[in-house]
């Protein structure tokens, strides 16, 4: 198991891509798993740093760890409470019409990942992904 905190800040974001890099390079991931991997951690960490502080600056908790043919991702963070299993899947011919921006993260995040659990123990967000791995990558 491997373990990252970070500031929830935008300058963060090379640590948590160096981080998940360190991770996946020695598990030999096809591009394909890595992207999506990566999109989905990402986008999620961009949600915490938007959203979860309410202004203010906390800290983002990674960790990161493999089971059988499976690569998880926990992400946890002390800000507001915020259960994204609630939040629906957007209307995504109406956000092309209107050119919305944005939205897409969560929906980008169940859709591409295997898992998407969450939960909320000891005052804090906890969200654990998946990703099974393709058969060469589970080295």
Known sequence: MKALNVKSSLAELN???AFLHAHLSVLSVSENEYYII???LLEICVNIIRYA???DQG???LRSWTDANK???EISDEGIPF???EVNDPD???IISNGQKGGFGIFLTRKLMDGFEYKREN???ILTIYKTLSAASSG
């Open 15 to 17: 640590k948590i891509r």
């Open 38 to 40: 990566e999109l989905s």
């Open 53 to 55: 502080y309410a202004n």
């Open 59 to 61: 800290e983002i908790h």
């Open 71 to 73: 690569f998880y991702l």
């Open 83 to 85: 259960d994204p299993r």
């Open 92 to 94: 995504l011919e109406k």
């Open 123 to 125: 005052d804090q967000n």
